[in-house]
């Protein structure tokens, strides 16, 4: 009888730990995909000198590429341009770390604004094709995304 106890004990251990290791694989690997397969927005002003755009960016990640739709207004010299376009791309991740490479860029019938007057506020990244940037992702709790270039913060993505 204690033979059988023990080796059912054997048994249940090695059922528990094998769901434990399951557990915490599915879960870290549910959490990885999670972070490199996602979409979120975000409103982002920028001010320079004469100039100041207004835009709401909404990122798609799906792994090894992605896009980013941008849409909303620039004003210069008190004129006022839409901007409406597509930027594609693809990444490799390295930690925390995004290296993306634009490689298509798509401009919409309703974008109006002049190439120079973006290229002085915005990163030609989202401007023009085999473009690269590095971007750092880190997470914010479970809906959201800090986007940071070198040190310094650019936007908080919220999960869409």
Request: glycine share 6%; with cysteine; charged share 20%.
């Amino acid at each position: 009888m204690i033979k059988k106890t023990f080796f059912l004990f054997i048994y249940a251990s090695a059922i528990a730990i094998t769901c434990i290791m399951l557990g915490k694989w599915l879960f870290t690997g549910v959490g990885y995909w999670r972070d490199a397969h996602f979409s979120c927005d975000t409103t982002l002003i920028v001010k320079k000198e004469d100039s100041a755009i207004s835009l709401v960016m909404k990122y798609f990640l799906n792994g090894d590429n992605g896009f980013v739709v941008i849409k909303g207004q620039l004003e210069k010299d008190k004129r006022q341009y839409n901007v409406s376009r597509k930027t594609y791309f693809i990444m490799h991740k390295t930690g925390h770390l995004l290296h993306v490479k634009s490689t298509l860029t798509v401009k919409t019938p309703a974008d109006n604004a002049l190439m120079p007057d973006l290229k002085d506020i915005l990163p030609i990244f989202y401007l023009e094709k085999d473009m690269r940037m590095e971007i750092t992702v880190d997470r914010q709790g479970w809906n959201g995304y800090l986007f940071s270039t070198g040190y310094v913060p650019s936007f908080y993505c919220k999960r869409t």
